[in-house]
């Protein structure tokens, strides 16, 4: 017998013993069934699609002032007295409570998830949020900030910290009503 044969023999052992005494893991997969939306049409989903609506509408194409938000980094604050705020997120003193992933998104899919993230900071009382729209071809880079100035719930934006995405993110801070 080889001695490669015999290492693989005695490997081959050596890890039936290590595995003595494990059992099999179960298959515990769910499968659901497809719920019909006619059928699923409730007062609470009616209200929050009308809550992401009324945050949408802020969103437009209207009145864009070209270059804008042609400052590196992008940076935003709604009045002057958050001024502090604003110094706070751009040291990066901030972490967000909740992600949203633009990647992939049409414009008007972006503005949609845009109103739904805010309404649900607002639900969950979540004041930090982290905004990553990516490279890309720079369209929802440079739409982004300009939805997001737009909004009255939002206090202040700045260009996300190095370990968030730098560039290629925006860290939000949203007011959250009582």
Same mark, same amino acid.
């Given at each position: 017998?080889?001695k490669n044969n015999q290492d693989i023999i005695n490997s081959k052992n050596?890890?039936?013993?290590?595995?003595?005494?494990?059992?099999?893991?179960?298959?515990?997969? #769910?499968?659901?069934?497809?719920?019909?939306?006619?059928?699923?049409?409730?007062?609470?989903?009616?209200?929050?699609?009308?809550?992401?609506?009324?945050?949408?509408?802020?969103?437009?194409?209207?009145?864009?002032?070209?270059?804008?938000?042609?400052?590196?980094?992008?940076?935003?604050?709604?009045?002057?007295?958050?001024?502090? %705020?604003?110094?706070?997120?751009?040291?990066?003193?901030?972490?967000?409570? %909740?992600? @949203?992933? @633009?990647?992939?998104?049409?414009?008007?899919?972006?503005?949609?998830?845009?109103?739904? @993230?805010?309404?649900?900071?607002?639900?969950?009382?979540?004041?930090?949020?982290?905004?990553?729209?990516?490279?890309?071809?720079?369209?929802?880079?440079?739409?982004?900030?300009?939805?997001?100035?737009?909004?009255?719930?939002?206090?202040?934006?700045?260009?996300?910290?190095?370990?968030?995405?730098?560039?290629?993110? #925006?860290?939000?801070?949203?007011?959250?009503?009582?």
């Open positions: 017998m080889n050596l890890f039936r013993k290590w595995l003595n005494g494990t059992r099999e893991i179960v298959q515990d997969t #769910i499968f659901h069934s497809r719920v019909h939306k006619k059928n699923n049409t409730n007062i609470i989903s009616k209200r929050l699609m009308f809550e992401q609506n009324a945050h949408s509408h802020y969103f437009s194409y209207r009145n864009q002032k070209k270059n804008l938000f042609k400052d590196n980094p992008v940076s935003y604050i709604r009045h002057d007295s958050a001024y502090n %705020i604003l110094k706070n997120l751009q040291a990066g003193k901030y972490d967000p409570d %909740i992600f @949203l992933d @633009l990647h992939g998104l049409t414009q008007y899919q972006a503005q949609q998830a845009l109103a739904e @993230l805010i309404t649900t900071c607002q639900k969950e009382k979540f004041f930090c949020a982290h905004v990553m729209h990516g490279y890309g071809k720079n369209i929802l880079k440079k739409q982004t900030p300009f939805w997001l100035s737009q909004h009255p719930d939002i206090i202040a934006f700045h260009q996300a910290p190095k370990f968030f995405g730098s560039d290629a993110a #925006i860290i939000v801070i949203i007011e959250i009503h009582s």
